[in-house]
């Protein structure tokens, strides 16, 4: 008896085709018949600001050849939905993503269809590296940063108010982290022009002042925060403590302890958020003054204080006051949708908070127990070699 095989639907842009897309979409295909369905040339330079290096005849060419995959086509929509209208047209069983290509608009539409939702790991074939057409545009290994606690702290027009800290922790690029997505990734562009390939050898702290000097060449009207540069360049954890209105810290203090970094590694979570919207000014409504610069620095202490002391408990807690001191000053930071997503699953971890000061990107939890389609990363340490 032949059993009517069910039918799996994915979208991506599919550039570079490589192995990593190869094993994605091999493993998809196990779910049943699978039908991809790629953004248009347009749709990518909407999202990430740059057109695909592979047009979509060609790309969709490509897929179509590949034997696991039963039909491709060509996104007609525009946007991170951009696949509304083939959705229905094809009417799939299962929605498959990877896990960086998860978003809680994507969920949320399967659940309104009543259509499986099947997020995947990015696991390579046996004996092949991992791969992302991100690291072989750039064919970088030049880290990203996430700021733990204290963001925009660093910044005169609030650090002026009260001296404070900034957390820091270097990021190795694991996987194809979301364009804008609060983790310092135009800081990251300046240093791939800079650097290239790989951050040179050298005193980290002066190749920090050398990145952000390039990133604000004189007459910068909106300065980049020195936390970006730092947080890029200088490996493991690092607290940055600045005062009286200047840009750059008045002390580092560096952590590369092994115990320490995988026990943070072991207790964040990522959760990927949809793109912020193109009109969106996190520095609309601010209400920066010493009260809420205090709160900042205050929380930020003891969230330090917390992970010297491998405490998940008060490292939550505090993780958690950064973020609402953060967005006492800059209310625009949590728009409503991100606010919807917070709701459901902020009961899962013992703090969460935004990827960056600017928000968007990312949210990230402390947990700790596995937290469902959450990415781990991988904090960069002395070399990337």
Known sequence: MNLVQKKVFVSGCFDLLHSGHIAFLETAASYGDLYVCIGSDKTVYDLKGRYPIITQQERQYMIQALRCVHTCKINKGSGILDFESELNEINPDIFIVNEDGNTPSKAKLCSDKNMEYIVL??????????????????????????????????????????????????????????????????????????????????DPELLSKVLFSYENPPGTKEVAGSQDAIGIVMPGLNKLDYSGGNYWPDKINKIEDELILSWLESSLYLIPLDPRQSNYNVLENTNIDLAGAKALANATEQCWNAILAKDIQLFGKYFLASFHAQIAMFPNMLDSATAKVIDSIQQKGLGYKLSGAGGGGYLIIVSDQPIENGIQIKIRRRSLD
Do not use: Y
Not at 128 to 139: D, I
């Open 121 to 202: 790991e990015r696991i390579p074939t046996a004996g092949l590296p991992t791969r992302s057409t991100t690291s072989l545009r750039t064919n970088s290994i030049i880290p990203f940063r996430i700021d733990l606690a204290g963001g925009w702290l660093d910044q005169p027009f609030v650090n002026e108010h009260h001296a404070g800290a900034v957390i820091t922790i270097s990021i190795e690029p694991t996987i194809e982290f979301n364009h804008r997505s609060g983790m310092s990734s135009s800081t990251r562009n300046k240093a791939i022009e800079l650097w290239k390939s790989k951050i040179p050898d050298g």
